[in-house]
């Protein structure tokens, strides 16, 4: 376990094992950035020549160490590239680049841009995040991460600042949290197990006294059979492990204004019976990341203390290949009565949010947000970093600005008047869960959401590309399951919080 401290001290009187500075991409070549600027002037007219002979260029990604041969207090120096641009984004994955630099230092102090809320807090996320592992199912893993981690910055006595700081540690746990749900073994975490696991972190957050208070009920295959939850029964029906609904409260005295997250959680996506190429296969226990990021974004909002209110709904099933499973060509009553013909069985992250979203409008909140792992055709669309939102304008607008100041990049994208005609195009069911037509298929997804949100100010967030590192680690962002929408989330109940 690392201690995390916020100091004012300067990084050349700051004795750790390895001081951590940022280096610029400047027009007239490479220079240490101000926060490191004692550091500069310890080297003095060396520096130049010594970032020339290490090839140093301050390029996104870069990092070096340099033995400081007594120049410095410390005697480890990390030169890690800011880029062109030193904004909270590159704050934030330098220093994720910098946390995979120094595990072999017991202690390490940040010098990195950190003179406003805004930066501390992105020095501390990309810290914390970038230094994340997995390794529950490793023999023999042992921890090499620091015991001690200093960030450094000129605010520290701040009361912002330190708000900034305390608060950016509430938000990387709820995301390493996410992490380590998506990160888990799908024979390990299906829903009824998944439904435990929430259960007792849920526990474990509402302990002792001055807690916060998250209430839970998750109902099982036989409550989820009388409400008519024909949606999760249906695709949760081919495999051994049955399905759950998870539903969390957060209900502050005072509050305001309520909101509902709604987040898809199939814990292995096969396709089901339209069953899934190999190659598609292999990352499926990654489609429950939604559910597992609006839980965790719940307890982080509930764990700051923001007055307002918060329900939850993470609907969990396998998708599953056996006699039971549901066909093509089947048709689902879900929650509330609309039927839905199935067509494509592997569409069946749109049938467990169905039942969900019905439950959601049933509290009549202000807006619901969901979040689902929902479709390849986005990740064609925008690339695997990007989300796509879609919905109702101004919760669109609110969920693009909690991004930005969160740092998570997110894309709006339209929901075109003909997915209304081709979602209702069913011959024997009210709505066509899937028509075949490739183009688009992300917004038909959407189309088909927005039938269940009964007019509700509502935004769709389909993070199937970014919600999975599949290649390694860049910045903050390590390889497995990304905690993506989390800190998004958590920055929309602080707008929301504020009005
Ligand atoms: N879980 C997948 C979507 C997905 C794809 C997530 C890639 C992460 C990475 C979803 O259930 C699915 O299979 N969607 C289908 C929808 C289609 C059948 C309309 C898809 O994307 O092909
Ligand atoms: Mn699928
Ligand atoms: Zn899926």
């Known amino acids: ?96 680049v910098a946390a995979r630099a120094v595990t072999n230092a017991a202690s390490v102090a940040l010098a990195l841009p950190a003179d406003t809320p805004e930066l501390v807090r992105a020095v501390t996320e990309g810290y914390e995040l970038g230094a994340y592992t997995f390794t529950t199912y490793k023999k023999e893993a042992k921890s090499t991460a620091p015991g001690e981690l200093v960030v450094l910055s000129p605010g520290a006595r701040r009361k912002e600042v330190v708000a900034a700081f305390e608060e950016a540690r509430v938000v990387t746990r709820a995301v ?59 695709v949760g029906a081919g495999s051994s492990a049955p399905p759950r609904l998870v539903e969390l409260t957060y209900a502050p005295k005072g509050a305001k204004h309520h909101l509902a997250l709604v987040g898809k959680g199939i814990t292995f996506d096969s396709g089901g019976l339209t ?35 918060v329900s939850t709904f993470a609907p969990m099933a396998e998708n599953m290949v056996s006699g039971s499973s549901i066909r093509p060509g089947d048709v689902l009553t879900t929650y509330g009565g609309r039927t839905v013909e199935v067509s494509n069985t592997d569409a069946e992250g749109r049938l467990v949010l169905a039942d969900a979203l019905v439950r959601a409008t049933e509290l009549a909140p202000d807006a619901i947000v969901d979040v689902a792992t929902l479709t390849g055709h986005m990740v064609v669309a925008l690339g695997d ?79 199937a590309g970014p919600s999975f590192n599949s290649g390694s680690a860049w910045g903050h962002v390590t390889p497995g399951g990304t905690g993506v929408a989390v800190a998004t989330l958590v920055d929309l109940a602080r707008a929301v919080a504020e009005r």
């Open 1 to 96: 376990m690392t201690s995390y401290t916020l100091r004012s001290a300067s990084p050349a009187k700051t004795r750790c094992d390895a001081v951590v500075v940022g280096v610029r991409q400047g027009s007239g070549g490479p220079e240490l950035d101000e926060a490191g600027a004692d550091v500069a002037k310890a080297y003095g007219r060396k520096l130049r020549p010594l970032l020339a002979s290490l090839g140093v260029t301050g390029k996104t990604g870069e990092v070096l160490k340099v033995p400081t041969s007594g120049a410095l207090p410390s005697p480890l120096l990390v030169l890690v590239g800011l880029g062109k641009k030193q904004d909270a984004t590159a704050v934030r994955r330098a220093a994720g």
């Open 176 to 234: 390493a949290a996410t992490r380590d749900w998506v990160n888990v073994p799908p024979g390990d975490l299906t829903p009824p197990l998944f439904a435990d696991a929430v259960v007792a972190a849920t526990k474990e957050l509402t302990k002792g006294r001055g807690a916060p208070k998250v209430g839970i009920r998750v109902l099982d295959e036989e409550e989820l059979a009388e409400l008519g939850c024909g949606g999760i029964l249906g």
């Open 385 to 463: 970093r990007v989300s796509g939102v879609m919905g109702s304008d101004e919760v669109v607008a609110d969920v693009l600005a909690a991004a930005a100041t969160a740092g998570e990049d997110m894309w709006p994208m339209p929901i075109p008047e003909v997915m209304s005609e081709r979602i209702t195009s069913s011959k024997v069911a009210d709505l066509a869960q899937h028509d075949w037509i490739r183009w688009g298929g992300g917004l038909f997804a959407a189309a088909f959401l927005r039938e269940f949100t009964a007019g509700i100010p509502w935004a769709h967030l389909d993070i």
């Open 275 to 309: 069953i899934k190429p190999a190659a598609s296969m292999n990352e499926m226990k990654s489609d429950m990341a939604g559910a597992a990021a609006v839980v965790q974004a719940t307890y982080a909002i509930a764990a700051l203390g923001l007055p307002v209110r």
